[in-house]
């Protein structure tokens, strides 16, 4: 009934790569956090370090992307135990949703609570600058209206339900949480909040189609975070996300401005400290069981 493509891993499998992980490490981590490209260097904050290499790890996809180092680092930031995916996988990497996903399902089975995940994206809000961060409040799935979603085939009720709420997609709790970090730490004038847009990639887009994702109501545009969002959510952990406007998309055919990857690591590297700091004083905020 369900194409081979569509069965991902099953419970056991993911279960056996999240014991392999436990067996090697100490640390039991609360929070899991996935770096966009460029940002690996949040995996860098990380203290007494242990860190694997994709291609170790049973089970494991290869990161592909250049800004994508392709490491799994446990540690701890300030004191809270961590895990860190120094590199994630996209749809355009041809991996199929299910496998780009798979270290969601992973990081709840090794016991985390809440995903910080952070990602590259354009800019499609005129009011926004290169280097701004944007607060993902809602998004939009572009690539499910089209039947692609990484739920899709049997559902196993041991990571959630059928049919799950995406309305709460976004934990609000901790949304407000970096919003008043964010202010604290001075960052007031760069702190947006906005509507994400996934797109299939690896092309970027044509100026009709920015001026079309703009209308919808997107802020911003990228390659991914709301695949790994949804399977986030469905087994039932809280999801944090922002984007770091890396590039402005064209909207204009008088510009002369031409997106492209290297413009994209540049400003990650340029914001790089505000980001690290912003997502490490959340860590030690975020609140568990309780929540905040
Ligand atoms: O979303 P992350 O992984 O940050 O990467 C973004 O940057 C790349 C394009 O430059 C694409 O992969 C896009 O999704
Ligand atoms: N699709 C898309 N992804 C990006 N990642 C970083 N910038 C962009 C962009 O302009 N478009």
Redesign the pocket.
Known sequence: MYPETHTGYSYEECRATADWLLAQTAVRPLVGIVC??GMGGLADTLKDQVAFNYKDIPNFPQST?HGHAGQLVFGTLKGSPCVCMQG?F?LYEGYPMQKITLPMRIFKLLGVQTVILT??AGGLNEDFKVGDIMIIKDHLNMPGFAGNNPLIGPNDERFGVRFPCMSDAYDRELQQLAMDIGNELGYGDFLREGVYCVLG?PSFETIAECRMLHKLGADAV????VHEVIVARHCGMRVFALSLITNQTVMDYDSEEKAN?EE?LETGKSRAEQLERLVSTMVTRIGHNNYC
């Not at 990228?222 to 975070?225: A, C, D, I, Q, Y």
């Open positions: 966009g490209s992307v994630r996209h990602n590259a990639g990228g390659m991914s975070t990857h994209v």
